[in-house]
């Protein structure tokens, strides 16, 4: 499966969930919902956005941060790697995306009220 058949394969799993746009970041296809960044596709891998809470979550489902190198150290987002066994359940895939989207529309809650207080 090419990479963009891929990111139409995971637009058509979360559209029972929700409504996506994509957009292209940083040489990856990014999912949004409402204007707000929630997940992306990079190398075939869906990863989705998470908080502390969602983190502890997703890793104790086998999950693990997008990673890459800077200046020569890892650097972790956070995002994490979605699972295969949670692609292919859709309960599972629902609760995933439940949690990145809260995740990502409170991170984005918090940098609008910085942006206001800032004078």
Excluded at 53 to 58: G, H, R, T
Excluded at 70 to 96: F, H, Q, T
Aim: hydrophobic share 45%; with cysteine; glycine share 4%.
């Amino acid at each position: 499966m090419s990479n963009c058949q891929f990111v139409y394969y995971i637009q058509d799993l979360l559209a029972p969930f929700c409504r996506t746009a994509l957009r292209k970041v940083f040489g990856c296809t990014a999912f949004y919902v409402n204007g707000v960044m929630f997940g992306f596709v990079d190398s075939d891998k869906l990863f989705l956005k998470a908080d502390k809470d969602a983190a502890v979550y997703f890793k104790s489902h086998g999950s693990a941060p997008f990673t890459y190198q800077r200046e020569g150290k890892k650097v972790a987002l956070s995002y994490w790697e979605v699972p295969i066994d949670v692609l292919e359940d859709n309960m599972a895939l629902k609760v995933w995306v439940d949690t990145a989207l809260r995740a990502a529309q409170l991170a984005a809650a918090k940098k609008r009220k910085r942006k206001k207080l800032d004078c």
